[in-house]
């Protein structure tokens, strides 16, 4: 008669793995698809019966065959004397700001058929008077790259007083301009540099050619913003602002849309890594 076998040692149940909550992300720089980057059904209909489908990589937002975009991207750049290593680093990527925005845009699957920037140079109207703003016209790249670089390589980062500086009133000046009216699609980008918080709007402080180009208070500023008549087109807006979380910057970043908010550190500079992620924050609101 054989023996019974020795029963198996029941099976220990595994121990329960640990939760581990995800780490904080930083802002995303994608953009919405909005309702103006879908082509129409009879542009869909063209397309797919003359075109591949996208290859891997390439964009949804790509512009439908013959549309053309027309990009304008406006920096409204702190020039006090805490942005030293800001500036040093806008002078040396200066030249390559073209080059390095196609690129991206075409590893992104777009394709930009004009690409305008111009420059907004701040600092503090309280402290620093009328030398608180300079303001270059569009420079259209490549064609205009030695005028855009000859502007950026004379700004020098002095004054501003104390903390905050007149950032605000870049902005609203930024918001001012004279954008683009050329092309199928458009994109109007507003990129803001700074360490140092905003100051309030305040009217009595700015030069008589800039008090009726800056709105009286924030309010009024977010209406300029907002405004689907105004200068900026409702959809193609932009504002990718690299500032602190702070008076001004938080404001804007909690209330208006169409905003990425990346906090920078006061006295930070800007690095190889902020820089890339200027050029790919830039290439995803196209």
């Known amino acids: 008669m054989s023996e019974n076998p020795t029963p198996a040692p029941a099976a220990t149940p595994p121990e329960p793995t ?3 909550p995800p780490a904080s992300s930083p802002p995303s720089t994608e953009w919405p698809v909005l309702e103006e980057d879908a082509p129409s059904a009879a542009a869909a209909s063209s397309s797919s019966a003359s075109a591949a489908s996208p290859t891997a990589g390439q964009s949804s937002l ?14 409204c750049i702190d020039v006090t004397g805490s942005m030293t290593p800001i500036i040093d680093q806008v002078k040396a990527n200066a030249l390559r700001f073209y080059d390095d925005v196609q690129s991206n845009l075409t590893a ?13 140079a701040f600092r503090d109207f309280a402290a620093d008077g009328a030398a608180a703003l300079d303001e270059s016209p569009f420079f259209t790249l490549p064609d205009d790259l030695a005028s855009f670089s000859e502007f950026v390589d004379g700004l020098v980062a002095e004054g501003g ?6 950032g605000l009133e870049a902005v609203a000046v930024a918001i001012d301009s ?25 009217p009595s402080v700015l030069p008589a050619d800039l008090a ?17 008549q105004g200068r900026m ?42 820089y890339g992620t200027i050029i790919d924050s830039i290439g995803n609101s196209v």
């Open 62 to 75: 790509s512009a439908p065959r013959g549309l053309k975009y027309a990009v304008d991207i406006v920096f």
């Open 233 to 274: 087109g409702s959809s193609s807006k932009r504002l990718i602002l690299f500032a602190p979380d702070g008076p001004g910057w938080s404001d804007i970043s909690g209330v208006w849309e169409n905003v990425v908010h990346h906090p920078s550190q006061a006295g930070g500079g800007l690095s190889e890594v902020d």
């Open 212 to 228: 009726s180009r800056v709105p009286p208070d924030f309010s009024a500023l977010t209406d300029a913003w907002e405004d689907e």
């Open 18 to 20: 640990p939760t581990v």
């Open 161 to 166: 007083g104390d903390a905050p500086e007149s």
């Open 108 to 120: 992104k699957g777009k394709n930009v058929d004009q690409l305008r920037v111009r420059v907004i």
């Open 178 to 202: 004279p954008w683009t009216t050329t092309g199928d699609r458009r994109r109007q980008v507003i990129v803001v540099w700074t360490d140092q918080p905003a100051q309030p709007l305040n």
